[in-house]
T-cell receptor, first 113, second 116 residues
């Protein structure tokens, strides 16, 4: 069965702290894709990153970085020097063999000034 | 490009009423999707379409209907609204080819529906 688990329901940190959002997935597929989406308080969904199962290189984009480890079936997301504008719900998702996205429940991130 | 647009943004229905949530995309995407997001939860797929004239059920299709007469439009119909359908509805689209290259889904802003 395909499944995405985001065990952290809510995280609260003070601005400028680093924060890591965890994502653990289950899949029987050998080829798959993983995604992170951001949902700010306004409600829209914003695509952040896609990672395919063949590429285990970590990726950095500004203050955002992603750590993909197939050995532990994890795709964690780190925000460095967090800012208030980073406050949002973050979703991890897995694309299954039917090309549909399986979503985690989301982690609400609160950045306090 | 407007991307993925949804109307209305908000709607309140009475039990038993019907309505259509509109979704349109101008990116020439072949795949379109409808999701619902219940409070504090992740997204659940209601229906999806791989192209004009083709639709299929997702995880939670009961109580909904869809049609895809054009590439651009993918309306979602609620025939007999029930309180359990109170949710935020997201439409999404993506472009899929026969190769392994995958394009992410692009989402509309959502429609907040309350059934009383």
């Amino acid at each position: 069965a395909q499944k995405v688990t985001q065990a952290q329901t809510e995280i609260s940190v003070v601005e400028k702290e680093d924060v890591t959002l965890d994502c653990v997935y289950e899949t029987r597929d050998t080829t798959y894709y993983l995604f992170w989406y951001k949902q700010p308080p306004s409600g829209e969904l914003v695509f952040l990153i896609r990672r395919n199962s063949f590429d285990e290189q970590n990726e950095i984009s500004g203050r955002y970085s992603w750590n993909f480890q197939k050995s532990t079936s994890s795709f964690n997301f780190t925000i460095t020097a967090s800012q208030v504008v980073d406050s949002a719900v973050y979703f991890c998702a897995l694309r299954d063999s039917n090309y549909q996205l399986i979503w985690g429940a989301g982690t609400k991130l609160i950045i306090k000034p | 490009n407007a991307g993925v647009t949804q109307t209305p943004k908000f709607r309140i229905l009475k039990i038993g009423q019907s309505m259509t949530l509109q979704c349109a995309q101008d990116m020439n995407h072949n795949y379109m999707y409808w999701y619902r997001q219940d409070p504090g939860m992740g997204l659940k797929l209601i229906y999806y379409s791989v192209g004009a004239g083709i639709t299929d059920k997702g995880e939670v299709p009961n109580g909904y209907n869809v049609s895809r007469s054009t590439t651009e439009d993918f309306p979602l119909r609620l025939e007999l609204a029930a309180p359990s359908q109170t949710s935020v509805y997201f439409c999404a689209s993506s472009y899929r080819t026969t190769g392994i290259v995958y394009k992410p889904q692009f989402f509309g802003p959502g429609t907040r529906l309350t059934v009383l």
